[in-house]
């Protein structure tokens, strides 16, 4: 009942909701269009749908939305799509709301977003507005904000194969394991908050900003997107196959850290890497070499769930708030 009259009493709002057909069930996907328009209806939301495709300007689409004074952003598909729309609205006088229809659905994961539509649907009225952290990853010259991560190595190259066979486009196999298979380790060179320098073989360095990537693997604690810190793994004693196998098999929340990942928590990272490596920021390639990345502290407004009463934060979780 309290719920009821917090948002009956709100006025309608509008809301741009930009909705990725291709993600989930491609038959499914009108069906799901129509019921998400209609739910958000229900809490007097009055949605402006915007149909993603492979080469959408969402930099445009965002400005076009500000320029007509709507502010409040609802994405509606798995990481990629949320991640892009994030990236643009990064700083903006803008807020992200998130329902997760993907595979992994990692940033809903590690935001405490639920999976289902409807409940995923009421916290853009009931549930709370908070700035979170973004990543930021410069690369010749360019600034790429990033949500969930920035891979550098065989993760990213092996990204977009292993992307289209988890979509059914089983053809891409053998793409993937021809590189997988010529794949050989380079000379990573980290230097970290400008004090810290580690030098290792190795094939993989993650710079994560959520606490779950990958198959829900998990790489953080639980508040890593407010923190105010990056987690850089470095995974340089784990061969080929360990690492493929980290990846399809994800990480149970209770299992202990792996003690063959070196793990460290920092404001910035430069990354070189010899021969060059892949680098990606979330879902998108940036080339291969030196890549420098840091934190951008509370630059994305989320609608995200309200505490639960009774689960009091600590002083440290409100001042990272």
Known sequence: MENEIYYWGKRRRRAKLIFNPASG??????????????????WKFIPEVYLTEPDSDYAKMVQDTLAQGVSLFVVCGGDGTISAGAR??????????????GTQNNIALSLHI??????????????E?????????????AETPFLEVCSVGLMSSLFSAGDDIQHGHLERVGDFLA????????????SMDDRREIV?????????????????????????????????LLFSNLNKMNLLGCALKGSDISEAEDPRVEHYHVHKVDIE??????????SSALGTGAVHIEMKRRALAVMLPRPKKGNKQTGEQKKND
Request: net charge neutral; glycine share 8%; aromatic share 2%.
């Open 273 to 282: 890497t010899t021969p060059p490596m892949q680098v990606m920021a979330d």
């Open 114 to 127: 639920p999976q289902d539509i409807p409940s995923a649907i009421s916290i853009l009225r009931l549930g």
């Open 179 to 190: 590189t997988l298979v010529t794949s050989s380790p380079s000379k990573i060179k980290l």
């Open 129 to 141: 507005r908070m700035k979170i952290d973004m990543g930021v990853a410069s690369y010749e010259g």
């Open 25 to 42: 069930s491609a038959n499914a996907s009108p069906v799901q269009l129509m019921d998400v328009i209609s739910m958000m209806q229900e």
């Open 88 to 101: 643009e609205i990064t700083g903006l006088p803008a807020t992200l709301g998130i329902i997760p229809t």
């Open 200 to 232: 290792r073989m190795g094939h993989v360095v993650l710079v994560t900003n959520m606490p779950n990537v990958g198959r829900n693997y998990r790489v953080g604690n639980t508040a890593a997107f407010k923190d105010g810190l990056l987690d850089v």
